[in-house]
């Protein structure tokens, strides 16, 4: 089973979109990057989908993220579902804000583990499911989940973890259980006291637990 790991460097692939021919990493540039899959254009969900992604577009690029999409249909066939897509944001005046990839032959599909085995099209082909990766400005992977086609992803659940990602390569913590911007953060373990002492000004709070370890650090950026 082919497959990204965390912190792989990401294919540099080239594929046609709707913005034309792109290398990816040349389309990144030192940005950071998601791409999302969907499993075919002109469906339901995935329409819903796209539609939030464009709607909150503005909340990727505040966060220096470049967005892509993917389905294995044609550019053509993508330029027009992008109309459908806008006007379900009633914005038919507005393009897609973002590319979308002809993954056509599923070649990229297939390379990035992205098809669904239980989703297949009229001809028995598998559809792609609905996967996500972030990619940092290094180019690794920093994220994947991979959802069946039948279950739409929760596009505010993807910026609190592009929040998280980004906190999380500049200072040493971690971010707790349904962690949003400004809560607490948890101390990393490889911290000794005196360097968390050191590192986190506002003072490290220490919950008590009945095995006596210290291991839930809290401190308030
Ligand atoms: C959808 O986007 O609605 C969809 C696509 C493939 C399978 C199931 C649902």
Redesign the pocket.
């Known amino acids: 089973m082919p497959g990204l790991l965390l912190g792989d460097e990401f294919p540099n692939f080239e594929a046609d979109t709707t913005i034309g021919r792109i290398k990816f990493h040349d389309f990144l540039g030192s940005s950071w990057g998601i791409l999302f899959s969907?499993?075919?254009d002109f469906?339901?969900?995935?329409?819903t989908?796209l539609a939030c992604a464009a709607r909150i577009s503005d909340e990727f690029t505040k966060r220096g993220v470049k967005m892509i999409a993917l389905s294995i249909d044609s550019v053509e066939d993508h330029r027009h579902w992008s109309k459908d897509v806008m006007a379900f944001n009633s914005e038919t005046e507005s393009p897609l804000p973002f590319p979308i990839i002809a993954d056509d032959k599923r070649e990229l599909s297939v390379q990035l583990g992205m098809l669904d085995p239980d989703?297949r099209d009229k001809d028995g082909m598998p559809?792609t499911a609905r996967c996500v990766f972030v990619i940092g400005p290094d180019k690794k992977l920093k994220l994947s989940i991979l959802y069946p086609?039948?279950t739409?992803r929760n596009f505010d659940e993807l910026l609190r973890v592009i929040d998280s990602l980004q906190l999380t390569a500049q200072k040493k913590v971690a971010t707790p259980v349904n962690w949003k911007p400004n809560d607490k953060v948890m101390v990393i373990p490889s911290l000794s006291e005196a360097e968390a002492a050191a590192l986190f000004p506002n003072g490290v709070t220490t919950k008590e637990v009945p095995s006596g370890k210290k291991y839930l650090r809290y401190t308030q950026l």
């Open positions: 969907h499993p075919k469906t339901p969900v995935c329409t989908e989703e559809l086609a039948t739409g």
